[in-house]
């Protein structure tokens, strides 16, 4: 049986593949139909997610780092992790801490997004 973390970390790395692929379908069947994500914009919904690559990749590149879980039940668990990665429109290298809650129907069943908040990297104090 996989290790929650590496289970959880493998889910997130489909989210972000999609994101760098442009693959709404993708994207969509990775997250809840009641998906919610906290971000510095706002709130946004499934569809806000998914509509993020409408008009193709949205990131170029993305590395995942200092992964850590929190089983909280038996499905239901919350990720978090650093993401560094540069955007596909923009080109700009940006960084951000993760917290993206997992859940499934049941043992078989695939973990999936439920809610998800990006918080921006500040850069370390001097």
Not at 2 to 24: I, K, N
Not at 60 to 81: C, F, G, K, M, W
Request: charged share 25%; net charge negative; proline share 6%.
């Amino acid at each position: 049986m996989p290790d929650l973390l590496d289970e959880l970390l493998a889910r997130e790395t489909e989210v972000w593949e999609a994101l760098r692929l442009g693959d709404m379908a993708a994207d969509r069947a990775l997250l809840t139909p009641g998906f919610l994500g906290v971000y510095e914009s706002g709130f946004g919904s499934r569809e806000d997610h998914v509509r993020e690559v409408k008009d193709g990749p949205s990131i170029a590149s993305y590395e995942l780092s200092e992964p850590r879980v929190v089983r909280l039940t038996e499905h239901i668990a919350l990720l978090s992790y650093r993401a560094d990665y540069t955007g596909a429109r923009d080109g700009v290298a940006d960084a951000m801490y993760v917290s993206s809650l997992w859940e499934r129907a049941g043992v078989d069943e695939p973990w999936l997004n439920s809610f998800s908040q990006d918080t921006t990297a500040t850069p370390p104090a001097a």
